[in-house]
């Protein structure tokens, strides 16, 4: 499979909520709240499209029978310059944070999973800047097996101020 990384645009936005309301019923199947908030992600989406930091990733799935026509596969926001909740001295970043992309709201579609999907994604991330930051719920064993499998470290904990889970593991490659 094909895989092409772009900048969304606002057209975009239905298919992204596609993958994004996808992801958020396969956290619930694991038994995770993650996503689990009114309007989340959909509005902080809109908000990265209009600043120019939501990616897309683009590529036919020949599982679906959709001969050339290509899709929506991926999506991530990517923020370069910092994440107010990253600057924590518990966090044992290795490359300054003017060094790294910070990447947020990454899912892939389920039927794209296991294509290197998320491989091309992160490794656009670390174009940006050099290096990727990046965290993921403490029960969202699968993403934390990908940032593994993709080299990235474990570099401890941070903590969201929202409802629900607030831990969140941070990794960085």
Same mark, same amino acid.
């Given at each position: %499979?094909?895989?092409?990384?772009? #900048?969304?645009?606002?057209?975009d936005?239905?298919?992204? #909520?596609?993958?994004t309301?996808?992801?958020q019923?396969?956290?619930?199947? %694991?038994?995770?709240?993650q996503?689990?908030? $009114?309007d989340?992600? &959909? /509005? ?10 939501s ?6 799935? $020949?599982?679906?029978?959709l001969d050339? /026509? ?5 999506? %991530?926001? @990517?923020?370069l310059?910092?994440?107010? !909740?990253?600057? &924590?001295?518990d966090l044992h970043?290795? +490359?300054?944070e003017?060094?790294?992309t ?6 892939? #579609?389920t039927?794209?999973?296991g ?5 091309? %994604?992160?490794?656009?991330a670390q174009k ?10 403490p ?7 990908? #940032? ?5 470290r474990?570099?401890?904990?941070? +903590? +969201?101020?929202i409802p629900?889970?607030? =831990?969140? !593991? @941070?990794?960085? =490659?």
């Amino acid at each position: %499979m094909e895989i092409r990384i772009r #900048l969304a645009t606002p057209a975009d936005l239905p298919d992204i #909520l596609t993958v994004t309301d996808q992801a958020q019923v396969v956290f619930h199947e %694991m038994g995770i709240d993650q996503w689990d908030r $009114p309007d989340y992600p &959909d /509005a902080d989406i809109v908000n990265d499209i209009a600043a120019g930091q939501s990616w897309v990733a683009i590529a036919n799935i $020949p599982e679906r029978h959709l001969d050339t /026509a290509e899709q929506i596969v991926g999506t %991530m926001a @990517c923020y370069l310059g910092g994440e107010g !909740l990253y600057v &924590d001295p518990d966090l044992h970043w290795q +490359y300054p944070e003017s060094d790294s992309t910070a990447v947020h709201r990454f899912a892939v #579609l389920t039927e794209a999973t296991g294509q290197g999907v998320a491989r091309a %994604m992160l490794d656009t991330a670390q174009k940006l800047a050099g290096h990727v930051r990046i965290d993921t719920h403490p029960g969202n064993k699968k993403m934390q097996g990908v #940032l593994v499998h993709l080299g990235f470290r474990h570099v401890g904990d941070v +903590y +969201y101020p929202i409802p629900g889970e607030q =831990r969140r !593991l @941070c990794y960085e =490659r």
